[in-house]
């Protein structure tokens, strides 16, 4: 009873050392695998920022436009010496250019102008507007004509009796907004990248109380879906990113474990039948024990049957070993037998070198008259 007690704590003992051993395998490969998912992730979410960060440009710019005009003169009334003209760069930190190559760009001029009776009176005035290089050199101008919009001397009692209690506490102005759209669809060329632009008011009698140069830009294609569907793009790139450098991984695994793409003929053959070793085994163990019958069937088979002779002049040390193995004559036909058919496949190699042996120690002839029974090396 003791025994057998200690051969079950010895058998859980056993099972469980190897099952915490499995498990701390199975944990450890666990964290590494999760690692390398999270680098990974990791990575893709990187690469995907970086793409968007380079490839989209600025969606929209404004800056204000500081107007400056010539005041050498002697002015008479209201008018000035020149007309109000500005210097506007489209770098920005003096180093980042806000208008990308290629892209399409509308850019407009926003006007904001008292409802004085100067500004009514002036009618109709040109804004115009040359874009330049680093030389120096214009690439592109245009011009465009605007005036205040008209309201009557009826709307604007109206307005000023409704809208008199916010005029009086200064949280609204008699003033208009005035829009000027410049360009409709402005390209930069790559050759010649277009680094700032002079916008120029041509009336030296307008009245400006602000202005803003407004810059926004039209996408198409993928940047366009990058720009209206900003969480599908991300999905889509950091899964596209993580799926390519999964199969980059993978790959470098297996060049590194098996040495190239796919396995060598070993490996692949114990994956084939790994799950046939046992089979393998019971066959191993069914022919060594063939075998041992063999040995064992010419071992207790009597070796001489007629009367022998001793060959002489031969030494005693050889005449004991010859003694066992003659060579046979005189077989009758029907004692013939054919016992490689008899035997399983697995073991002709072992009768091979088993007849290969005996044929190498018989002598070469004698006039012996024996007899022996039939074995396995007669058919050699």
């Known amino acids: 009873m003791g025994g057998m007690m200690a051969s079950v704590l010895h058998w859980v003992h056993d099972v469980a050392s190897v099952t915490l051993l499995k498990a701390r395998r199975t944990l450890f490969q666990a964290a590494v695998l999760f690692c390398v998912l999270v680098l990974l992730l990791w990575v893709s979410i990187f690469l995907y920022g970086s793409f968007y960060y380079s490839y989209m440009p600025s969606v929209s ?102 809208y008199s209690p916010l005029l009086l506490t200064g949280m609204a102005e008699q003033k208009q907004l005035i829009e000027v759209e410049l360009f409709t669809s402005f390209k930069s060329n790559a050759y010649q990248p277009t680094v700032g632009a002079v916008v120029e008011v041509q009336s030296k009698r307008v009245q400006i109380y602000s202005s803003q140069l407004r810059i926004h830009a039209y996408f198409t294609g993928v940047r366009y879906v990058l ?107 029907g004692e013939a037998l054919d016992s490689t058919n008899e035997e399983s496949h697995d073991c002709k190699p072992m009768e091979e070198e088993a007849g290969a042996e005996v044929s190498s120690v018989l002598p070469e002839h004698s006039e012996t008259n024996l007899r022996q029974r039939a074995g396995p090396w007669m058919s050699l």
């Open 61 to 162: 710019f404004s800056t204000p436009v500081h107007y400056r005009y010539g005041s050498d003169c002697d002015p008479s009334g209201s008018a000035l010496c020149s007309f109000p003209t500005a210097n506007i760069s489209f770098l920005k930190n003096e180093r980042d250019q806000v208008i990308a190559y290629g892209q399409p760009y509308r850019i407009s001029l926003e006007l904001e102008m008292p409802e004085s009776p100067v500004n009514e009176q002036l009618g109709m005035f040109m804004v115009k507007m040359s874009c330049y290089t680093h030389g120096g050199k214009t690439v592109s101008s245009v011009a465009r004509s605007t005036m205040l919009h008209y309201r009557s001397n009826l709307l604007q009692t109206l307005s000023t009796f409704f």
């Open 227 to 333: 720009y209206n569907f900003p969480l599908t793009s991300a999905v889509i790139g950091v899964a596209t990113n993580f799926l390519f450098l999964s199969v980059i991984v993978l790959f470098s695994y297996l060049q590194f474990v098996w040495g190239g793409l796919w396995p060598p003929d070993h490996v692949r053959v114990r994956v084939t039948i790994g799950d046939n070793t046992r089979t393998q085994q019971r066959r191993e163990e069914a022919r060594k024990r063939i075998e041992k019958d063999n040995l064992k069937k010419n071992a207790s088979a009597p070796s001489l049957i007629g009367p022998t002779t001793e060959a002489p002049n031969v030494q005693e040390g050889d005449a004991v070993a010859k003694s066992s193995l003659v060579k046979p004559l005189n077989v009758p036909e």
